[in-house]
Every structure is written in C-alpha cells, then in structure tokens.
C-alpha cells in the first residue's frame, strides 16, 4: 500500500519529497500545501470518508485537541504494531516536551517530525546582549532600547517581525508573556484585556518603526531573505527555519554575521504525523508501523540538517552544537518554551486572535480597542460551544 502524507510547506516536511523519491522502498507521497491554505485542507481531508490521505502533518497542542474532539484523528494502535519495531523507536530519546505535545490522557497520536518554536537571529557587533559564551536570553520587555541603536535604515533595520496576518498572533506571545499577561485564565477565560496584556501589544507595535516599512507582509520567507540579506540587525524566525536560512553557510563553512538567542518565554509547537480516523484499522496499523520505522535517529540527524530543530535527545550532541550555531539556543528554546493550554477551542480562539493583532499592528485599530473587540468574540465563541 503506497502510503500518501498531506503536510504544510515548511522545510522539515519538503525535505521529503526528495527522499521518498530517493527511497522508493519506503512506498510513500506527499502532498504539501501552502501554510496559509493548510487548515482549510487538513479538515475538508479529515472529514472525507475514507480520508484521501493515511497521515496528516498537525501541529501538536495547535489543533491536536480538537481534531480529537471531533473524533478526526486517532491514536496510534501500539497494540497491533510489532513491539520490536516500537522499542526500536526508542520513545525515551524523544525530548520530554516534545512528547507531551504529542499525546492526551496517556494516548499517543502523534509522532513527533521537528519542533517550531521562537529562535532570535542577532548581530552581536550591533546588538548588545547579554549571555557571554552561553545562550543569550531576550526580554521582550527591553527590546526597544535595544533595536534603538542597532537601526540604520535604508541599508540595514533594526528588527524584522514575521508579522503576516498568517505569522503575527504568535509572534505576539513572547512579549504578552514578559508583560505579565496571559491569554486566558486556568477556567479558559480569555484575559488578554488586562493592563499588562494592551502594554505587551502596543510595545509590540512599537517595534514597527524599526522595522522595513512591508513588515506586515512579512511571513517565514520575507524573515529568511532579510537574513540571508544581512538587511536586519534582529529577528525571530522558528527553530525549523534555520537551516533553510543558514544551513548552505554553515555546510560550506562561510562566516555567518549572527549569533542565536531566545525570548526569556518562548513559544513553540512540535510538528507531528497522526492518523486520519476515517482510514481502516488495517491501515491505520501499517501506517503506524511505517512511521515509527521511518521516524529514527538517522531521520532525525537529516532534519537538523535541511530544517534544524530536531525531535530527539541524542541529536543534541556537543559535535551538533559546535556545527549548527543556532543548536544550544535550540535546546534551551525547548527547555523554556511554553504552549497555549490544551483546549478543543484554542484553534477557533486563535481564528479571533490573527485579525485581532494584524489590525492593531496595522492601525486599523488601537491595541485596547482590537484586544476588547476580541474578548467579545471569544465570549461569544466559548457560549456557543
């Protein structure tokens, strides 16, 4: 059975493409579509009976809960599969967050693909952290004054932020979080109207006049031009951007003018592969199997090179840290980041908190204004759910 996969456009998941080509043996396809496109997608698949797909790429704690809740996606059938080729997974190499991300009440659904969490790309000659020999550790709360001195337009900016209608919610997070604001409360309340919340989004705004005057169209491949450009002297992409941005660099040994940090909260959200719940059980099974074969250490080993954020434990040897650059800020993201709660709502409450932060970043609205509209139309949601 030859196995079709339907993933977003990120290079951790093209990078299959050529392998599976390379490998005919592993009787596999994907499908990748535009990040912008890709939900609308993954549900119309998941809904069709059968699926036309027999694993989805889903964005751990993001959606997880609800395709869970509407009954769309299903555990991984470890029962059925070969206990050989699950111990030979090796699930305790996998890191423990990453895990976590991956399953709800002692089920597991995902197996985890790469991470994409908040990596910060600086130029230490113009920008001024602190941190010495280990990771630099950013405070959202200080970064005006920082990209201040650094910002020498036309010829090189300050700062670039991923602050697409598509990118910029979360983008957002890390600086709600150094504020002191939440984005809902432990009943799952929203409490982004709080004083410190309004703070964190009009310094984030703030940010905008240090940035190129198109930054709000700015997503992944708008940040890794400027980048590769050496056009900003800051900016924050995902860990599994970084090879695509640097890795031609560091493999042929060029200089690279940046060092990598992380926000003091970063967020991040562990890519896996599930199941579609309207597949076979038979298939369900074989394609389990085949993900936790093809899920191993050399595969892990090749996404650090064509992505950079990878999944297992070993993968962060010293010699992978002395080759990628971004590595140790890489493991220290995943030691400090954090999630939105797991909620079957969260995906509904973020298609609120997109608009909701491009039109105070934009003007169309003040953040106070735009953060009130928003509490009201999440309100609204939880009522109704």
Known sequence: ?????????????EALQPLLTQRPDLDAQIEIVRWEDYYTTLLESLKSNPCPFQAIFIPGHVWLDSLIHTGLVVPLPLDEVDAAVVAGYCLDDIIPSVYAECSRAGEWYLVPWFSDGHICFYDSDV?????????????????????????????????ALKAAISEIFLDWLPFLWD????????????TFTTPQAVESLEAYIALKAYCPPDVHTYGNLEIGRVLKENRVSMATT?????????GSAVESSNVVPYRAGVYAQPWNATWGIGLPAHQPQSTRRSVAEWLLRVADQQMDEYLLRVAGSPVRI????????????????????????????????????????????????????????????????????????
Not at 134 to 151: F, S
Not at 182 to 187: A, I, K, R, S
Not at 238 to 246: K, L, P, V
Request: aromatic share 10%; net charge positive.
């Open 314 to 385: 070993s993968t962060y040897s010293p010699q992978n840290f002395q080759r990628y650059f971004w590595l140790p800020a890489q493991w220290e993201m995943l030691q400090r980041c954090r999630t939105l709660p797991f909620t079957h709502t969260l995906s509904d409450i973020l298609g609120v908190m997109y608009p909701t932060i491009y039109a105070a970043f934009t003007g169309e609205k003040s953040a106070r204004k735009a953060l009130a509209d928003a509490e009201v139309q999440v309100l609204q949601l939880l009522r109704n759910r």
């Open 238 to 246: 995902w860990g599994g951007q970084a090879s695509a941005i640097f």
């Open 1 to 13: 059975m030859a196995i079709r996969l339907l993933g977003p456009n990120d290079p951790a998941v």
């Open 179 to 190: 504020f002191g604001g939440e984005l809902l409360d432990g009943d799952l309340n929203p």
């Open 127 to 159: 920008v001024n952290l602190p941190g010495g020999a280990t990771t630099p550790i950013i405070r959202p709360t200080h970064l005006t004054e920082i990209v201040k001195k650094a910002h020498h337009p036309p010829e090189r900016y300050g700062i």
